[in-house]
């Protein structure tokens, strides 16, 4: 009699669960793309720490589906073709349920087909050119219009800037984010002749002339504004220069998007106190639940001065975003897991809510930080959420696509041919 009742009341609670949760296998792997060597360990071994204390975090609060999540770790050592390689091994050797990773757009765009080949679940945290929407990557970074716009557009605004250098490193997310500001610039009155454009490689060090040239733009009187897409080390020397022929924030302002809290930790600021940056997430953010991540973060790390960024904070949208979402289905199936992303709601770090679109951007604040002499950031700017906008505006071959995977099923619809483009012929 007692082993009938058991047997009931085990079909009893196996109804009460779908059937895609019955079949989940423990524990749940989560694949962490990081480079943990070479030239991008820097930025990127602290983004796997922070999904490391993430998954920690959700196992101390029962874990997914009912069962315990386990990070798997793999190092692409900043080499972009070995990105896809292990990518691969993590869907097809690991088995992993979904993938939070990468940095720079080329290793996303080298990881792009397999994850599309192979039906997988990418998270990207970085802030990125836009002109892309794959239906297996959920864009957790900023699109131009939730930071390079913005940017401008505050120069323009409230700085009164009427000449501008673009002056970024050589490679795709620079020259499409610039592309789109030339566009953007010359709509609001900016004339071509008024736009200085230059790229440099990677760790470029001589910035005599470039800095000299950029002064130049000023010697009639005009507000001259630099939009900095210099990524890296490169912002060292750049920075320097421009003390060194005598440019303050306040004779030349430098709004850039790839200098953060991790760049400036451990660096002298005092030649960039005062210049701007503009992210979605500063580690000053005064609210609890900043506090509560930070607390968090120095506790799991065990280094009280290790600072947050925003693509930590991305992850943090991200992974908790992802959670819900397999609780929602009832599975971590790439294809459920996926319909149960569009609308979810994440609270974010700097007060208010994140929210995912069918576009499968965020929609969340913009924020213009000012270098303070600590390598922390004055807000002197937030705005309301701006929904992210994966095919811009302001370059005409993309101005008539629109992204939608919920209701169209389709990262690139065009709207004048009422047809669906394929991505990949896109690269």
Not at 44 to 67: F, I, P, R, S, Y
Not at 185 to 207: C, K, M, R
Not at 379 to 384: A, E
Request: glycine fraction near 8%; aromatic fraction near 8%; charge should be negative.
């Amino acid at each position: 009699m007692k082993l009938r009742s058991s047997l009931l009341s085990s079909a009893l609670i196996l109804a009460a669960v779908p059937l895609a949760a019955q079949e989940t296998t423990c524990p749940v792997q989560v694949g962490v793309l990081h480079s943990l060597s070479g030239t991008m360990a820097i930025s990127e071994t602290t983004l796997k720490d922070v999904m490391l204390m993430l998954v920690d975090q959700q196992n101390a609060a029962g874990g997914v589906l009912g069962c315990d999540i386990e990070a798997v770790v793999v190092d692409p050592a900043s080499d972009w073709p070995l990105y896809a390689e292990k990518a691969r091994e993590l869907l097809t050797q690991q088995e992993v349920d979904v993938i939070f990773g990468n940095w720079t757009s080329v290793s996303r765009k080298a990881v792009l087909p397999v994850i599309e080949e192979l039906n997988g679940l990418l998270f990207y945290p970085v802030q990125y050119e836009g002109e892309e929407s794959s239906r297996n990557v959920f864009y957790t970074g900023a699109a131009p219009n939730q930071q390079a716009i913005p940017a401008v557009d505050y120069f323009l605004e409230e700085l009164g800037v009427e000449k501008f250098a673009l002056l970024g490193t050589d490679y795709v997310y620079p020259r499409t984010t610039n592309n789109i500001l030339e566009s953007y610039l010359q709509d609001n009155g900016i004339s071509e002749e008024n736009i200085f454009v230059n790229y440099t490689p990677f760790s470029h060090a001589d910035w005599a002339t470039i800095v000299s040239d950029v002064i130049e733009l000023g010697s009639d009187g005009s507000q001259v504004g630099v939009i900095s897409t210099i990524n890296g080390d490169a912002n060292v020397g750049f920075y320097k220069e421009l003390a060194a022929q005598g440019v303050s924030a306040d004779d030349i302002p430098v709004v850039a998007f790839s200098v953060g809290e991790e760049e400036l930790s451990g660096l002298d600021t005092s030649n960039l106190e005062g210049h701007l940056a503009a992210w979605n997430y500063f580690m000053s953010a005064d609210t609890p639940a900043n506090a509560d991540f930070i607390a968090a973060w120095h506790e799991f790390i065990g280094d009280e001065d290790r600072v947050t960024n925003d693509p930590m904070e991305a992850h943090y949208i991200g992974f908790n975003m992802w959670v819900n979402a397999v609780e929602q289905a009832g599975t971590t199936d790439v294809d459920a897991v996926r319909e149960a992303m569009w609308g979810q709601e994440v609270p974010n770090l700097t007060g208010g809510t994140a929210v995912m679109g069918a576009d499968h951007h965020l929609s969340k604040p913009v924020l213009i930080g000012e270098i303070r002499a600590d390598g922390q950031f004055d807000i002197i700017s937030q705005t309301d959420p701006v929904a992210g906008d994966a095919w811009t505006d302001f370059l005409p071959e993309s101005a008539v696509l629109v992204s939608d995977w919920k209701d169209l099923g389709c990262g690139m619809y065009n709207t004048e041919t009422e047809t669906c483009v394929q991505l990949t012929s896109n690269y």
